[in-house]
Every structure is written in C-alpha cells, then in structure tokens.
C-alpha cells in the first residue's frame, strides 16, 4: 500500500496568514491527490481534487500544488472559518490511502 | 443538496454482529460507486469496503475480508455494512461515501463501540 506522510500534524496561525500542508507520497502518484477539510462533527469536504483542481463551490484561497510524491494544500489568507482538520488521499492506486491528517487552528 | 446519512450504530459485545446503512439523496443513486471508510479514535482514516453502482464489483480492506458484507438497494438509494465477528479494533467511526474516480461526497459518520 502507498503511505501518505503528511505534515505538520498541527498548526496554530492567525488570521490572515498563509498556510501551507504537505503531503509526501511513498510512491509516484502522479497527479492522483485530493484534499479534505473536516470540521467536528461534520462530513468530510472535498476541496481540492487531482493535486490542483478546486472544487465547485469552494474559495479561491484554496490552492493546491504537486505532483508525483510532493504535494501541498496552501491557503493564501487564513480565516477563521477555516479552523478545521485537513487530509489528504491519494487515488492513483488500490487501496485509496490517506494523510494522518493536519488539525488547524487559530493562534 | 447530496446527501448521505449513516444510522445503525452503536455498543455492541466482541464477536457480535451490526448493520449500518448509509441512505443517499440529492443525486441518482444507481450511478455512483459508493464507499465505507472508518477512523478508529486517535487514528486516521482507513477505507473499508467499496462496490460499484450495479454491485458488480466488490472490494474489501484485508483487515475486514471474510467478516464485513457491503451491499446496497439502489431502489431504496441506501448502500449498507453488514459486519459480523465484530472485535474491538473495528470500533471506529464509519462513514459512507460517494465515488466517482475518488471520494467526493461523505456523510458524517455513525459510531460502532466494540466492547464487552
């Protein structure tokens, strides 16, 4: 199975800031990368899909980047709405597999 | 609106057996794959079962092959986990969803205890 080493695992920044997240492929995954943005005691949300691509409804600030093994999820102005856990899964290969997860919160 | 919602939860004894069900609204059913992925408290997320949109293709994690059964009824648009031989390292929250070529839509997870 592909391991997704992702970092960091925490992340305290203020309002504003840019924040990046990486994840680290054990493998060439090509461009086969999503990430997710879950709040407690809510469904998980795609936001970022095939390493750069932003899903339908969701705020420009998102960006993706990457490919092959090194992939990161930035967010260009934090807000506090954005205060959630992010991961992220490759699905280039069987079975699907994902980051341990990055808990963001506001400094 | 998508919508998946997991019910069927709960405590259950060690080598017991629970049904969840996952019930979709808010897109056809019957043409998307859909999912079981689970998240064991303090642990991260792992993928459980997958069957294509006419149940032709089954796939199961090996930590559950021979005990869980994955189904769905596309005329009552619910996919369902049948697990049996329960033990505690599936206590976890499950959550349902929908596939196309990667997950896109989830539900919010219903809890399964494994404890005596």
């Known amino acids: 199975d592909i391991q997704m080493t992702q970092s960091p695992s925490f992340l305290s920044a203020s309002v504003g800031d840019r924040v990046t997240i990486n994840c680290k492929a054990s493998?060439?995954?090509?461009?086969?990368l999503n990430w997710y943005q879950q709040k407690l005691g809510e469904a998980p949300k795609l936001l970022i899909y095939n390493a750069n691509s932003l899903q339908t409804g969701i705020p420009s600030r998102f960006s993706g980047s990457g490919s092959g093994t090194d992939f990161t999820l930035t967010i260009s102005s934090l807000q506090p709405e954005d205060v959630a856990t992010y991961f992220c899964l490759q699905h280039n290969s069987w079975p699907n597999t994902f980051g341990a997860g990055t808990k963001l919160e506001l400094k | 609106e998508v919508q998946l919602v997991e019910s069927g939860g709960g405590l259950v004894q060690p080598g017991r057996s629970l049904k969840l069900s996952c019930l979709a609204s808010g897109f056809t059913f019957s043409n998307y794959g859909m999912n079981w992925i689970r998240q064991a408290p303090g642990k991260g997320l792992e993928w459980v079962a997958s069957i294509s949109s006419s149940s032709s293709y089954i796939y199961y994690a090996d930590t559950v092959k021979g005990r869980f059964t994955i189904s769905r009824d596309n005329a009552k648009n619910t996919l369902y986990l049948q697990m049996t031989s329960l033990r505690s390292e599936d206590t976890a929250l499950y959550y349902c969803?929908?596939?196309?070529?990667?997950?896109?839509?989830w539900g919010q997870g219903v809890m399964v205890t494994v404890s005596s």
């Open positions: 493998q060439n995954i090509n461009r086969y």
């Open positions: 969803a929908r596939s196309t070529t990667y997950f896109d839509y």
